[in-house]
């Protein structure tokens, strides 16, 4: 399976643009609220802390936003930085999009917070996925809107590339 040409960008609150915001709410609730029938407030108060990870299909025959993600970063709401709202496209999965953006976000994790644990709250089917990426189980498995989730930690590597 050929690996998909996507333009990825990274985009703080300010400089995520309308267009762009637009793009991902209707992905996230696309996925998180239609496909996965699960009611809850996606628009939570925290995008505006965070750093947005977008990830752009270039093929002129299906364009649009494929994948994002956002992370979280320590200090508002949020006591630590933590990799949320993770999400592709549906007929974009299994082309490795998940794994190009948990790379980016761990790469990018460790740019801004080196010497910091990434939390992330992964849903529990997940977690051989994102262990994958050096994350570690540290709750038990609990109830999130309706889908079993357990929190996960990667902690930091001083000097890892």
Known sequence: MNTPSVVWQWHDWQSLGRDALYALLELRQKVFVLEQTCLYPDIDGLDPEAWHLLGWS???????????????????????????RVVVQPDWRNRGLGKQLLDQAVEFGRQHFPDTALHLSAQSHLQQFYTAFGFVAVSDEYDEDGIPHIDMRREAVSGER
């Open 58 to 84: 270039t093929d002129p025959q299906n364009p649009g936003l494929v994948a994002c993600l956002r992370l979280l970063f320590p200090g508002g709401k949020q006591a630590k930085p933590a990799i949320g």
